[in-house]
Structure formats: C-alpha cells, structure tokens
C-alpha cells in the first residue's frame, strides 16, 4: 500500500478551483484578478509538475505556488509609484481626518478617539454578517496598505520577510501597517459597531 | 528629536510605535514613549485593543474563506476548456 500522493491534472479544475478561489478572493479584493490568478496557478503548475514532491498532497502544492502569485501581485502594488511613500511625519489628509490638523497637536480628536465596543457586538464576530463586513472594510484599503496588512495576517510571515517579499524598507512597512489600522478600524468601527 | 518629545509622545507616534514594537524594533526612549502614553491614553489603549482584535478576526477569515466564495460556473467552465486545450498539448 502507498501513501503517497500523485498528480492528475485532468481533475484540477473540478475538484481545487472553487478552493482556490476563495483562497484568493479573501486576500486579494478583486474578482477578476483572483480568477486570473487561479488560472496561471493551473496553467504553471502544469508546467512545473516534474517537480513536484510525492509526499505532499496536490491541493497544498497548488496552494503553494497560488501563495506566491498572491505575495507577487503585492509586491508589483507595493512597488509602483515609488514617489507615493509616506514618512511617519507625513501630514496629508488622511492623516488629518484621524489626528487633530491644527499644527499642534496630533492627538485623537473627539470624533475619532477609539471608545469601547459593545461587548455584545464582540461575541457575535463569528457571524457571516461580520465577515461580508470586514471584507468590504479590508477590500476599501488601498493597496499598498492591502499589501501588508494581508501579508502579514494571512499566514505567519513576520516583518522582516514580508519586508523582503514587498522589497520595501522597515520604516515604510510601519507607516502603511500603521495607515491600514487606522483605516480597516474606523471601518468596523462605523459598519459594524454603529458608532 | 529631543528626548523631551521622544518621551512625551502624542496619539499619532504613540499608535505608530505600536507598530514598530510589534515588529521588536523600539529603543529604549521610544519604549519608554510608548509606556507613559498608554498609561494616561484611554484612546491609544482602546486603539491597540482593537486592532488586535480585528487582526485576529482577519486570520480567521483568511482560515475559513473555502467555504465562503465559489468561482462562478460560468468562468470554471471557461478555465476547463482553456486548461484541457493546455493538456493536449
């Protein structure tokens, strides 16, 4: 008896692509470019299934190579208009709409200081309305923020490998995630807890 | 910067910081910063608090997405013709 796994491709499609759609389409808000994606997963999978190692099952190395295609499509998001990068004392409207913009200080304002969550609303996260809510908020983040919020929570890459895969430096991985936050919390903030 | 406004930091550094301390990349004046802003911030505590929440919320909905999303009929039909026409090649 054998354990081991082998390849059929002719089955590909039927059996993994509704999973690798999703896969996709939860990281990376875009339909069209999520089913772009799954399909040149297919396509170089194909290509490469000489290398392929029998000990792990189709559906994880198909997975694998589509985990690529997604931190590779950041990395091209992260890396156009390079004169888009923001220093942490950038003072743009976005910035200003969180933080008073009066020159002098750079406190919360009344209006966007976090207060407490129902705790009643806390317990309800697991629902489907609390998940098709979140990704609207995640899907409204730009990408550059996208990028390295997504990296970093869809698996357990850390800063530094994020940072090498996004091949931008420390400092501006700090602003975008700190952007992102900012962003993605005021987001449920008003969508889901009504404030 | 002067030690003086590295230590007396305002909400936008002090949720800034926290970012880069989850990345393990604070000095010792920016630690310490971080530490007395929290202590008398009710808003960055909350901010922090939250954030953690949301990020933790985010990795569960990465875990569970197969069973949120399909790939619509029509386009899994197109990408089988397309990827059969690949495999005779």
Same mark, same amino acid.
């Given at each position: *008896?054998? /354990? %081991? !796994?082998?390849?059929?491709?002719?089955?590909?499609?039927?059996?993994?692509?509704? $999973?690798?759609? $999703?896969?996709?389409? $939860?990281?990376?808000?875009?339909?069209d470019?999520?089913?772009?994606?799954?399909?040149? +997963?297919?396509? /170089?999978?194909?290509k $490469?299934?000489?290398?392929?190692?029998?000990n792990? /099952?189709?559906?994880?190395?198909?997975?694998?190579i589509?985990?690529?295609?997604?931190?590779?499509y950041?990395?091209?998001?992260?890396?156009?208009?390079?004169?888009?990068? !923001?220093?942490?004392? +950038?003072?743009?409207?976005?910035?200003?709409?969180?933080? %008073?913009?009066?020159?002098?200080?750079?406190?919360?304002?009344?209006?966007s200081?976090?207060?407490?969550?129902?705790?009643?609303?806390? +317990?309800?996260?697991?629902?489907?309305?609390?998940?098709?809510?979140?990704?609207?908020?995640?899907g409204?983040?730009?990408?550059?923020?996208?990028?390295?919020?997504?990296?970093?929570? *869809?698996?357990?890459?850390?800063?530094?490998?994020?940072?090498?895969?996004?091949?931008?430096?420390?400092?501006?991985?700090?602003?975008?995630?700190?952007?992102?936050?900012?962003?993605?919390?005021?987001?449920?903030?008003?969508?889901?807890?009504?404030? | 910067?002067?030690?003086?406004?590295?230590?007396?930091?305002?909400? @936008?550094e002090?949720?800034?910081?926290?970012?880069?301390k989850? #990345?393990?990349? =604070?000095? #010792?004046?920016?630690?310490?910063?971080?530490?007395?802003?929290? =202590?008398?911030?009710?808003?960055?505590?909350?901010?922090?608090?939250?954030?953690?929440?949301?990020? #933790?919320?985010?990795?569960?909905?990465?875990?569970?997405?197969?069973?949120?999303?399909?790939?619509?009929?029509?386009? @899994?039909?197109?990408?089988? &013709? #397309?990827?059969?026409?690949?495999?005779k &090649?």
């Amino acid at each position: *008896m054998s /354990s %081991e !796994f082998k390849l059929e491709p002719e089955k590909w499609i039927e059996r993994y692509s509704d $999973a690798l759609f $999703a896969y996709t389409f $939860a990281r990376i808000n875009r339909q069209d470019v999520a089913e772009d994606l799954v399909q040149d +997963t297919f396509f /170089s999978a194909l290509k $490469a299934k000489d290398t392929f190692q029998f000990n792990s /099952s189709e559906k994880t190395w198909l997975i694998a190579i589509l985990k690529r295609k997604i931190i590779d499509y950041y990395r091209k998001k992260s890396t156009q208009n390079e004169l888009n990068i !923001f220093d942490k004392d +950038t003072k743009d409207d976005f910035m200003n709409h969180f933080f %008073e913009a009066d020159g002098r200080t750079d406190h919360w304002t009344d209006a966007s200081g976090p207060t407490e969550w129902r705790k009643d609303f806390e +317990t309800k996260v697991e629902s489907d309305e609390f998940f098709t809510i979140l990704k609207n908020c995640l899907g409204k983040l730009p990408e550059k923020m996208a990028a390295v919020f997504t990296l970093k929570n *869809m698996e357990d890459l850390d800063s530094d490998e994020i940072c090498k895969e996004l091949q931008i430096a420390p400092s501006n991985y700090w602003v975008m995630m700190h952007r992102a936050k900012l962003q993605l919390r005021e987001c449920m903030d008003i969508n889901w807890f009504g404030k | 910067m002067s030690l003086f406004n590295k230590i007396f930091i305002q909400c @936008k550094e002090a949720t800034y910081l926290h970012e880069k301390k989850r #990345a393990g990349k =604070l000095d #010792a004046a920016e630690s310490l910063g971080l530490w007395i802003h929290m =202590l008398y911030c009710s808003f960055c505590r909350q901010f922090v608090k939250q954030v953690e929440f949301l990020e #933790a919320t985010a990795h569960k909905f990465y875990q569970t997405a197969e069973k949120r999303f399909h790939l619509s009929p029509t386009r @899994k039909g197109e990408m089988q &013709k #397309a990827f059969e026409q690949e495999l005779k &090649k």
